[in-house]
């Protein structure tokens, strides 16, 4: 079956900007994370939702930072008035089980966000 | 703080060769353990996962990792690497509770000479 989608797979954008970023979870999947990946380092949490709701914002750099799964499927990361140091992958991932389960979770192949 | 350190940065092996990629995780409690490969352009694929039980986990690709309480460490393992095991590995774990965040480490990459 299909796995984690991101769409766009590249994104380029100029400092000040708002940009969003698209996460298609796995069908059925009930929980949806979002993570970070900087240059040379480990992907880092961002948020976790669980259904419609973020259960789990804590990871969120600040407020220009957002995400929504208003349906509980799809997820989109908004970013406003982006900076240089937003620029990163950034990586989708989704799970059957809730959080608190420990299942597996897939990871989509990210979203590459270049602020310039 | 919680937190997952991969000392090495960089392994080159000959294909082959046996490997062993370090991972060491901070925290008393005993955490949930995974291992996770990345190439290029792929997204993270899960090697194995250590939740409880039997402290010798295998998983997919031939991979092995081991869990040991006493050294806070769960090294991922392989006897024979093969020229398509290059990537970038990464260790993670959860501490548990109801979001099962993942903390990562900065992960290793595993070059294969000929």
């Known amino acids: 079956g299909a796995g984690v989608s991101q769409t766009p797979s590249n994104k380029v954008t100029e400092k000040g900007k708002y940009v969003e970023l698209r996460c298609d979870p796995i069908s059925g999947h009930t929980a949806l994370y979002w993570y970070r990946q900087s240059l040379g380092q480990g992907p880092e949490f961002l948020i976790y939702f669980q259904g419609t709701g973020a259960a789990d914002d804590s990871g969120l750099p600040n407020d220009r930072f957002f995400a929504v799964r208003p349906e509980g499927s799809v997820s989109t990361l908004k970013i406003q008035r982006t900076e240089r140091g937003d620029s990163a992958v950034y990586l989708c991932a989704s799970s059957l089980l809730p959080g608190g389960s420990t299942d597996t979770q897939y990871f989509g192949p990210g979203t590459r966000l270049t602020v310039l | 703080a919680q937190s997952v350190t991969q000392p090495d940065i960089h392994i080159t092996v000959s294909e082959g060769a046996s490997l062993e990629l370090r991972c060491n995780y901070s925290?008393?409690?005993?955490?949930?353990l995974f291992w996770y490969v990345q190439s290029p352009g792929q997204g993270l694929q899960l090697l194995l996962k250590?939740?409880?039980?039997?402290?010798l986990v295998q998983g997919i690709k031939g991979f092995e990792a081991e869990f040991k309480r006493s050294q806070s460490s769960f090294n991922l393992r392989k006897p024979s690497v093969h020229w398509s095991d290059a990537a970038e590995y990464f260790c993670a774990v959860v501490y548990g509770g109801a979001t099962n965040k993942l903390i990562f480490g900065t992960g290793t990459l595993l070059a294969v000479q000929p």
């Open positions: 250590y939740l409880s039980g039997d402290t």
């Open positions: 925290y008393g409690a005993t955490p949930y």
